[in-house]
């Protein structure tokens, strides 16, 4: 490539499919208060803050400030062991991260998970060198659909935003992407829908659906103002 382009990756529900892991990791939060978590009751707050959830299923108010970092943290804990003991690798993305870093790709990481979130996965992925910026929960002070994770990202890789293509499997994901001027895959990974990310340039609902080419003419249609078509769904 005559100039660098750059692929940045969401966490959660792109690098690692991770519905069934947060959903037994709230549930055990949950049982240890004394309360009941639903796979039902949580789709309903899917992509929500911790925050959110608590207040959303226990009741606003109910606990305070320091009570609610600590059941975060011990929600988070409870994750990295579920994901530890079997990790779910989100089908494709080892080969689909080969082929990027060998076109010429830079690759990084923008998510808002915690650090040691991040450093889980890639260490289960053995993917960290493939990576030339990692961007976590710690780095930034607004959450998505704000831009700021993204930009950072962008920033950190010396690569201009109009070369960026974000994947990403959240509503709020695809429109920070948006917002920070870069191209947009929705990636409708477990628990999503193409309908929910409609906003993206790009929607797709396997990883096995990107490659090196077709991400390079994404951003570069996006560049000149046009739009990416939506992929078939591949059987």
């Keep these: 490539m005559n100039e660098d382009l750059a692929v940045i990756f969401d966490m959660d529900g792109v690098l690692v499919d991770s519905y069934r892991a947060h959903l037994r990791s709230w ?4 049982e240890e208060e004394g309360f009941e978590i639903t796979e039902r009751e949580f789709a309903a707050t899917f992509g929500r803050t911790s925050r959110e959830i608590i207040a959303s299923l226990w009741g ?14 011990r929600k ?8 530890a003991a079997d990790f779910p ?22 998510s808002s998970g915690p650090p040691e979130n991040v450093d889980l996965v890639l260490d289960r992925l053995d993917a960290g060198p493939l990576f030339q910026a990692v961007v976590n929960g710690m ?45 947009s895959v929705g990636f409708a990974s477990t628990g999503r829908s193409r309908d929910e990310l409609a ?5 797709i609902a396997s990883l096995a659906e990107l490659s090196p080419p077709l991400l390079g003419e994404v951003i570069l249609r996006k560049r000149c103002g046009g739009q990416a078509p939506t992929r078939p769904d591949t059987v």
């Design 139 to 183: 780095d930034v002070t607004r959450g998505k659909p704000d831009p700021q994770v993204f930009l950072i990202t962008a920033d950190r890789l010396g690569v201009p935003p109009a070369n960026c293509a974000v994947v990403e499997d959240a509503p709020a994901g695809v429109q920070a992407a948006n917002a920070a001027g870069m191209t």
């Design 27 to 30: 549930q055990v939060v949950a």
């Design 76 to 83: 988070e804990a409870a994750f990295r062991k579920v994901i």
């Design 60 to 73: 606003e108010g109910r606990y305070g400030e320091h009570e609610i970092v600590a059941l975060d943290d």
């Design 89 to 110: 690798a989100m089908p494709g993305v080892k080969r689909l991260l080969r082929a990027l870093a060998d076109a010429g790709f830079l690759l990084a990481v923008g």
């Design 199 to 203: 906003e993206a340039d790009l929607t």
